[in-house]
């Protein structure tokens, strides 16, 4: 999956993620403006968190399961080894951290309680 296709993905469970990031002063953006998906998840994992307890029941459903799909290398490793690292890892042990694991399908719930020992 490329950065795009990750953005647009997000956007649409997330409405304004996109707008978000093409206004954000991000660390994680390339000199020419572009995003990594490891960047790309970074920047959500801030975004997710500012919003996630007003998320609709069925977007919360769809993300988990759009994160799991992507923690279960249905992208390929490097989606894999970014939504863990950059966006599970991130929000582990946040306020939000027991209602987006409910989301999570086992691997991925694994993953993620396991960051802080749970």
Known sequence: ???????????SVLPG?????????????ASDGTFSVH???SEFSVY?????????LHSAR???IFLTRCF???????VSNAVATCCLENLAG?????ALAK???????RFYNGVVGL
């Open 1 to 11: 999956m490329t950065p795009t296709a990750l953005i647009k993905e997000l956007d």
């Open 17 to 29: 993620f996109a707008d978000y990031l093409r206004g954000a002063d991000s660390l994680y953006a």
């Open 39 to 41: 960047g790309v998840f």
């Open 48 to 56: 997710l968190r500012d919003r996630y307890s007003t998320l609709p």
């Open 62 to 64: 769809r993300l988990g």
């Open 72 to 78: 279960d290398d249905t992208y390929g490793d490097t």
């Open 94 to 98: 946040d306020t939000l951290h027991a």
């Open 103 to 109: 989301n999570l399908g086992d691997a991925a719930r």
